[in-house]
């Protein structure tokens, strides 16, 4: 399934002319190399990283995502609050949640405040290029 979406996701960057710019946001190194690397399967991407809510939401304010990944339970700013200050700056970029100890009612609110997919650590590969192609590709 994976070499088939990571296909798909290539295709399209290809199609449009220059590859989708994601900004990784998450307060933990290792998190952030694993997506990282994920992504760097294909040529198709074009990867920022943030360590904390505040730091993600000055780069959605300098820069254009097709993508946001965000971790909810982060220090200094949550991810929660991030996303609400992103949506305001920019409202039409998907902003998947990939959290490992948020509780149903975090998660509920992500929702609400208009996060287009949640995904729970730790994420495997295909499901992360799967989410990736559901969420880029239309």
Do not use: H
Not at 17 to 27: A, M, Q, R, S, T
Not at 84 to 91: E, F, Q, T, Y
């Amino acid at each position: 399934m994976t070499s088939g979406n990571l296909q798909k996701l290539t295709q399209r960057a290809q199609e449009r002319g220059n590859p989708f710019k994601i900004l990784i946001v998450d307060d933990e190194k290792w998190v952030r190399e694993v997506f990282r690397d994920f992504c760097t399967l294909t040529n198709a991407f074009e990867i920022d990283i943030a360590t904390s809510g505040v730091e993600a939401v000055q780069k959605v304010t300098d820069n254009s995502y097709d993508l946001i990944t965000m971790d909810l339970i982060m220090p200094e700013m949550s991810g929660l609050d991030a996303l609400m200050d992103i949506k305001k700056k920019s409202p039409r970029v998907p902003v998947m949640v990939i959290t490992g100890n948020a509780t149903d009612k975090l998660v509920r609110e992500a929702g609400v405040l208009g996060a287009c997919r949640v995904m729970y650590k730790p994420v495997q590969l295909d499901d992360f290029i799967g989410e990736l192609t559901r969420a880029l590709v239309r």
